[in-house]
């Protein structure tokens, strides 16, 4: 496949810098019709989802085989956590910007423009990981 020939670390910076464009994009994206509004989002789903995919592979890469399975785990334990508080938070920022009595087009746009700014964020992150020199 594509992603064996480019690389794991590759692949994830094609996937994530798709997702920054595409959360950039989709506040204008929205005024599009239904149609163009599920195609967008799917591709964005399936994107967000191979950024995922590729952390695990990734981490036996660049880890040390008995270090790999414990970051995997805490890896899914944040995911989990993103889980529980990103919903919550979203609520935080929704109830802020109806009490201040604005158009809550602008909590959907904040809301896209943030997740795109995190997801650049996750690529300096990448980049700092480097391969754990060999044992001898």
């Known amino acids: 496949s594509i992603s064996d020939w480019i690389g794991n670390k590759n692949t994830y910076y094609i996937f994530a810098c798709g997702q920054c464009i595409l959360f950039a994009l ?25 950024t995922k995919v590729l952390l695990a592979p ?39 910007y109806t009490t201040d009595e604005r158009d809550s087009k602008e909590y959907y746009n904040l809301f896209f423009y943030s997740m795109s700014g995190l997801t650049f964020l996750s690529l300096f992150f990448l980049y700092a990981i480097k391969p754990l020199p060999k044992r001898t």
């Open 26 to 50: 989709f506040p204008t994206l929205i005024e599009w019709n239904f149609i163009g509004f599920m195609v967008f989002m799917c591709l964005l789903l399936t994107l967000y989802g191979g």
């Open 58 to 96: 990734m981490f036996y890469q660049y880890m040390y085989k008995e270090n790999a399975n414990t970051t995997v785990g805490m890896s899914l334990i944040s995911v989990s956590a993103a889980a529980l508080v990103g919903p919550n938070t979203i609520i935080w920022l929704r109830d802020m």
